[in-house]
């Protein structure tokens, strides 16, 4: 099929397209990467009256650092983050996550802010995000603000943007070295919508115990999901039985959907297993100093 009839826009600055944004109304959509856009409006699932077209907006697509923060503008391609060497240096997990969305095509277009403004809960990157404490520059009309990944991700497909704001960057603070992480996921086949994933990180005080953990969950539920009781057991503990425990933790704290790809039963119980690996290799690479 063929998308309806739409007016095309190309602003080269954010300010153009914010305003722009603003004109257009609620008939107006933004157009990123367009890797599930597109699709949509090729259906007719969505028919925006104005397309505006982000790809030359100049100055949101850089990947730099500051002295406490990796800042990666929104239009950043996932191959991009995947492979830069800031990314892989400071936040494995993100380029670790990256790797995993669809196929090489789709990671040369894909874009980072339109992966999070899409919000769909089984998404690798606000999983990703949630669990390594992001927060997201808006702009709008009324100028900037920052929102955390925790209160930016409301339900499904639904986040803390306004319809007259744009998602311009996205902030990480710099992890605390020997922090270990972990990534893993669960699609029928490589490329496929993960049926489940799961984000976690570990720090270990020089006793071995567990200082500081943090562990989220994509297609838990309507939302990516911080596991806070699981994190919380693992504080101040340590070996494979606090790890199995707060596995189980996560699995339960989890409401996945039950759909033609997966009931949700089994895909609790995935969250266990994936939770109990991902927090393994963590622990590992603490211990490492990886």
Same mark, same amino acid.
């Given at each position: 099929?063929?998308?309806?009839?739409?007016?095309?826009?190309?602003?080269?600055?954010?300010?153009?397209?914010?305003?722009?944004?603003?004109?257009?109304?609620? =008939?107006?959509?933004?157009?990123?990467?367009? #890797?599930?856009?597109?699709?949509?409006?090729?259906?007719?699932?969505?028919?925006?009256?104005? @397309?505006?077209?982000?790809?030359?907006?100049?100055?949101?697509?850089? !990947?730099?650092?500051?002295?406490?923060?990796?800042?990666?503008?929104?239009?950043?391609?996932?191959?991009?983050?995947?492979?830069?060497?800031?990314?892989?240096?400071?936040?494995?997990?993100?380029?670790?996550?990256?790797?995993?969305?669809?196929?090489?095509?789709?990671?040369?277009? /894909?874009?980072?802010?339109?992966?999070?403004?899409?919000?769909?809960?089984?998404?690798? %990157?606000? &999983?990703? &995000?949630? &669990?390594?404490?992001?927060? $997201?520059? @808006?702009?709008?009309?009324?100028?900037?603000?920052?929102?955390?990944?925790?209160? $930016?991700?409301?339900?499904? @497909?639904?986040?803390? @943007?306004?319809?007259?704001? !744009?998602?311009?960057?996205?902030?990480?603070?710099?992890?605390?070295?020997?922090?270990?992480?972990?990534?893993?996921?669960?699609? +029928?086949?490589?490329?496929?919508?993960?049926?489940?994933?799961?984000?976690?990180?570990?720090?270990?005080?020089?006793?071995?115990?567990?200082?500081?953990?943090? !562990?989220?969950?994509?297609?838990?539920?309507?939302?990516?999901?911080?596991?806070?009781?699981?994190?919380?057991?693992?504080?101040?503990?340590?070996?494979? =039985?606090? !790890?199995? +425990?707060?596995?189980?933790?996560?699995?339960?704290?989890?409401?996945?959907?039950?759909?033609?790809?997966?009931?949700?039963? %089994?895909? +609790? #119980?995935?969250?266990?297993?994936?939770? +109990?690996?991902?927090?393994?290799?963590?622990?590992?690479?603490?211990?490492? /100093?990886?």
């Amino acid at each position: 099929m063929k998308p309806a009839r739409f007016e095309y826009l190309a602003p080269t600055s954010v300010e153009e397209a914010v305003s722009l944004l603003v004109e257009g109304g609620e =008939d107006a959509k933004l157009l990123a990467g367009g #890797q599930s856009l597109v699709p949509l409006m090729n259906l007719r699932l969505a028919q925006p009256s104005v @397309l505006i077209d982000l790809n030359k907006v100049e100055g949101i697509s850089s !990947i730099t650092e500051s002295e406490d923060a990796v800042v990666i503008g929104s239009m950043a391609r996932h191959r991009a983050v995947a492979e830069s060497e800031v990314v892989r240096r400071f936040l494995p997990l993100l380029a670790e996550s990256a790797g995993h969305i669809g196929y090489p095509a789709i990671r040369a277009r /894909g874009t980072i802010g339109g992966s999070i403004a899409h919000a769909d809960p089984v998404s690798e %990157f606000p &999983c990703a &995000c949630l &669990c390594l404490h992001a927060e $997201f520059v @808006l702009t709008g009309p009324a100028g900037t603000r920052q929102v955390r990944a925790e209160d $930016f991700f409301v339900s499904y @497909l639904t986040t803390a @943007l306004s319809p007259d704001e !744009i998602l311009t960057e996205v902030r990480f603070p710099k992890p605390s070295p020997g922090l270990g992480w972990g990534f893993l996921e669960l699609a +029928r086949k490589t490329g496929d919508f993960a049926l489940a994933a799961v984000a976690a990180t570990v720090a270990l005080s020089p006793d071995g115990t567990c200082s500081e953990a943090s !562990i989220a969950v994509a297609g838990g539920g309507d939302r990516p999901l911080r596991m806070v009781e699981a994190e919380t057991m693992l504080k101040g503990n340590q070996g494979d =039985d606090v !790890i199995a +425990r707060a596995a189980t933790a996560a699995a339960t704290s989890s409401n996945p959907p039950s759909d033609i790809h997966s009931s949700g039963d %089994f895909r +609790r #119980q995935m969250i266990e297993v994936l939770t +109990r690996r991902v927090l393994t290799a963590a622990w590992g690479n603490a211990r490492r /100093g990886e």
